[in-house]
C-alpha cells in the first residue's frame, strides 16, 4: 500500500453567507487547495464530495463550475463525518494504487435551526432521540452522574474554545466568553445553555491528496508547501445496544460495555498510523455541545473513564497545554456545516503541522488527531503526521 499525503488544502470561512450558493463556497475551497498542490485541470484522477444538504451532484457543481469534469466525481454523506469518509474512500484509492492524486471537498449550506434528518423516525424526534438539543442534554447529564463533569466543565470548555477561536480568520465566532456568559446564555435544554450548543451554518473546505513522492505538480508551479502524511482515516459505525450512542436507540438500554464508534475508529487509526493518544500533539474533536468535548477526551483515549474533567481541569487540552484540543476553536467558535466540518478539522491540522497557525500554533506539533461523529454513528478519526 502506498503511502498518502496532504499536497494542499484550502477553506471557506465558516458562517453564514447568504450571498453565496454552495457552489460558490466549494469553488474557493477547491480552487486554494489546487493552488496549494500546484495542480490544474487534468492533474487529478477523481474527486469525491462530502456533503449532507448540498443536494444531487454537488461535488459535481463545483467541479463543473471550475472547468474540471470528465474524471469520477462522488458525493458522500455521513452525516457530521461526511467529509472523513470521503477523505477515508480518497486515501485509500491513494493507497491500493487507483489514483495517484485526488481532490476531496465538504461543502455545506445549512438551514437555521435545529438539525432536522430523516434518518430519525418522528417518535425518535418527540422522544428527543435524535440529533437534538435535548438528546445532547441527555447525553450531557448522563456524563455528568457518571464522572466528576459540572455545569461549570461545560462552561469551561466554551470558555476555551471561544478563546482559542479569536486566533481564527475561518471561524463564525471570534470573541471570547467567560463563564459568566456561558451560564446566563438562554436555557435551552438541562444542563445545556445556548453558548454551550455549536451553530450549524455554512461553508467549505478541500485538501488535495496524492500517493507520497509523486509530484502531480503542474510545471512552473513550484515546490509548494512541504506534505504531510496522513497517517490514518478511519470511519467505523455504531454497534447495537445503547439508547444513547449518537446512533438508532436500537435498544432502550443504557449499556456501558457497548464500545462507541469513536472507539471503534481510533483503534484502527492508532494501529494504522503506529502511534498512540501519548504520541498525539494537537487533536481537532467533536464539540457539537460542550459535553461531546469531554466525551471525546474519553473515547479517543486521551484519559481514562471518567477522568475528562480532570484532564480540562489541569489545562493540558489548553493552548499551552501538554496536548491541546481544538485549537481552531472547535465547532463552538467554527460553527458546524456539516459536510464541511471534518475537512475544516484536517486543514486547521495541517496547518498545524506545518507551522502556519499564527496565533494559535501548538509549538512542535508532529502528530495530529481529527474527530467527527455523525447521524448514524458514523466517527471518523484522521491522523496526520510530520
Known amino acids: 500500500m502506498r503511502a498518502v499525503e496532504v499536497a494542499g488544502i484550502g477553506i471557506h470561512p465558516f458562517g453564514r453567507h447568504g450571498d453565496r450558493t454552495v457552489t460558490d463556497m466549494g469553488v474557493t475551497a477547491v480552487r486554494g487547495a489546487l493552488a496549494e498542490a500546484g495542480v ?30 470528465g474524471m469520477p466525481i462522488v458525493d458522500v454523506e455521513a452525516g457530521c463525518a461526511s467529509g ?20 476531496v471537498l465538504g461543502v455545506e449550506k445549512m438551514p437555521k435551526g435545529i438539525i432536522r434528518s430523516s434518518f430519525f423516525e ?23 452522574a457518571t464522572s466528576g463533569v ?6 469551561a470548555v466554551v470558555v476555551k474554545n471561544r478563546r482559542q477561536g479569536v486566533g481564527n480568520p475561518d471561524a463564525m465566532f471570534r470573541a471570547e466568553v ?3 456568559d456561558v451560564l446566563g446564555s ?3 435544554c438541562e444542563p445545556l445553555h445556548l453558548w454551550m450548543l455549536c451553530s450549524p451554518n455554512e461553508g467549505a473546505a478541500a485538501v488535495v491528496l496524492r500517493a507520497a513522492g509523486s509530484s502531480g505538480a503542474r510545471p512552473g508551479a513550484g515546490a509548494g508547501p512541504a506534505p504531510v502524511r496522513l497517517a490514518a482515516a478511519v470511519l467505523r459505525s455504531h454497534l447495537p445496544g445503547a439508547v444513547l450512542s449518537e446512533s438508532t436507540p436500537l435498544a ?26 501519548e504520541d498525539l500533539h494537537v487533536v481537532e474533536c467533536q464539540d457539537t455541545d460542550a459535553a461531546r468535548e469531554l466525551l471525546s477526551y474519553e473515547e479517543l483515549g486521551l484519559c481514562a473513564p471518567g477522568a475528562a474533567a480532570d484532564l480540562l481541569d489541569s489545562g493540558a487540552t489548553s493552548l499551552g497545554g501538554r496536548l491541546p484540543v481544538n485549537p481552531s476553536g472547535g465547532l463552538l467558535s467554527k460553527g458546524e456545516p456539516l459536510g464541511a466540518s471534518a475537512l475544516g478539522q484536517v486543514v486547521e491540522l495541517v496547518r498545524q503541522l506545518r507551522g502556519e497557525a499564527g496565533p494559535r500554533q501548538v509549538p512542535g506539533a508532529r ?12 466517527a471518523g478519526v484522521v491522523v496526520l503526521t510530520r
Open 40 to 69: 490544474g485541470r487534468g492533474g487529478f484522477q477523481a474527486a469525491f464530495c462530502g456533503t449532507a444538504y448540498g443536494g444531487v451532484a454537488t461535488g459535481h457543481k463545483v467541479l463543473g463550475a471550475l472547468g474540471m469534469t
Open 178 to 180: 467567560t463563564a459568566e
Open 84 to 103: 472523513s469518509a470521503a477523505l477515508m474512500l480518497a486515501s485509500s484509492a491513494i493507497a491500493a494504487g487507483q489514483y495517484d492524486t485526488v481532490v
Open 122 to 144: 418522528p417518535w425518535q424526534e418527540e422522544a428527543g432521540l435524535a440529533a437534538t438539543p435535548a438528546y445532547f442534554a441527555l447525553r450531557a447529564a448522563r456524563l455528568m
Open 150 to 155: 459540572t455545569k461549570d466543565h461545560l462552561a
Open 252 to 277: 432502550g438500554l443504557v449499556d456501558d460495555s457497548v464500545v462507541p464508534p469513536t472507539t471503534l475508529a481510533a483503534r484502527v487509526a492508532y494501529e494504522m498510523a503506529g502511534v498512540g493518544p
Open 186 to 188: 438562554r436555557l435551552v
Open 367 to 378: 502528530v495530529a488527531l481529527s474527530h467527527t461523529v455523525g447521524r448514524g454513528a458514523n
